[in-house]
């Protein structure tokens, strides 16, 4: 049998990389005997490699077995320490307590003193924190805090603190004062605030006047500050106008202001009070049908009566002229004349009616639908009424009286669509009323100008029959 040399090369250098690992290339074999000596060496070399790694590990598996024992050890060591700690944190608050007893017998009256004494500066320092005087005269509740707060006896010196602090809030009480402040939600930097007592105060920013309140912004984390934010939604102009001529007083002036003797919950009403647009809102589907309509026919009332108005006064200003012009419902009449002026009385007046009746729909053109929504404005309501009662009647049903506020949204619906229909045909009819009042007079002027017309017509034809 023969064997090619390069094959059992091949096959013996395979063999080799399973046993030990990859051989480096090398230069090729001549012979059988050097591929036996290179396989041999290679084998060597592969043996010698697997021996330092399994040295290499068991060196390291010594190494971690060290450590675990150092950590052990380590570990022992501060739980010892833990334990000693403990033990002499309960020594310690042992001696606390002997030293606390001790201190409570030695201290006799005068530790229940010291006790009203920081009970006094506490509630007194969170009056004066939320004081509305605080926002000008800032860092007078912090003495009082901390004399609260603290464990040791006060000194003459933080006791005086308590009653001079109350005495100068007695005297921020009474007065008007302004000055300069930062205030939240204002656009306007350093705007000058008016503080009258402790009861309302506002600042005047581009020259009106925003009131303010001294309160913990809403939402705040824990531990907030007192400070100066605007009203979320202001009063009415005429407290505002109030205000300012508050602030626009001369000194020593008496003048008359806006005082909230709550301290800012009467203000702060205005919050829930809905404006316009939020009243329109309640009124839901019906409400804005309501506006609708009245928008349409205040629009279209308008109209007609400034053309009815015009009509007037080109009818007022045809009755100075003899010539007829086609401009206008008279000067139409008297063209009407002008072509049956040769034939008798009776023709003429049968024309002349005729005239004046094409006149009339062109005068009280819209009348009808004037009238009809003004009557539709009030039905609406009603019906308004009707649904939001239902919607209240539902909402007691399924969860009963107890919560007033489940039924204010029907309520709401109920009332704001009854004003709005009263308020859509109150304007509606006096509209309608003065439209009538233009058509009639135009169409009393045309009768009247026809009858002048035809008695004009007889007595030039008996003169001429004379």
Known sequence: ???????????????????????????????????????????????????????EFRAARNQQTSLLAGARQELAALEAQADRLEAQFEANAAEVD???????????????????????????????????ASSQHTGRAAPLLDLSNSRVLPTRTELDT?????????????EIASYSANVADLSCDGPSVTRVGVFVSYATCGGEAYFTQWAIPEGANAGASYRLTALPSQPPANIRSAAMGLYNAERG???????????????????????????????????????????????????RLLML???????????????????NSL??????????????????????????LKEVPKLEFGLNFLKLAAGIAPLLGLLGTVTGMIKTFTQITLFGTGDPRIMAGGISEALVTTVLGLVSAIPLLFLHSFAASFSRGVQQTLEEQAAGIVARHAEERAGRSA
């Open 309 to 327: 108005l015009l009509e007037s006064m080109a009818v007022a200003g045809q009755k100075r002229r003899s010539t007829p012009g086609k401009g």
């Open 253 to 303: 002036e008496i003048t008359s202001g806006p005082v909230d003797p709550s301290r800012g919950g009467l203000l702060l009403v205005y919050r829930d009070i809905p404006d316009l647009g939020e009243r329109i809102e309640q009124g839901r589907i019906v409400g804005k049908i309501i506006i609708g309509l009245l928008v349409v026919s205040v629009a279209f009332g308008l109209f």
């Open 162 to 174: 308590i009653w001079r602090s109350i005495t100068e809030e007695m005297i921020y009480q009474a």
């Open 331 to 356: 000067g139409r009449v008297m063209l009407a004349y002008e072509s049956v002026k040769d034939h008798s009385e009776e023709v003429i007046e049968m024309k002349l009616d005729e005239a004046i």
């Open 98 to 132: 002997v030293l606390a007893e001790e201190l409570r017998v030695a201290q006799g009256e005068f530790g229940e003193l010291f006790g009203v004494a920081r009970q006094s500066a506490g509630e007194f320092g969170s009056l004066i924190q939320a004081s509305l």
């Open 1 to 55: 049998m023969k064997f090619n040399l390069k094959t059992l090369a091949a096959a013996v250098a395979f063999g080799t990389a399973l046993a030990g690992g990859a051989v480096a290339q090398q230069q090729p074999v001549s012979s059988i005997n050097q591929l036996l000596d290179r396989v041999r060496s290679d084998v060597r070399e592969a043996s010698a490699e697997n021996q330092q790694r399994l040295s």
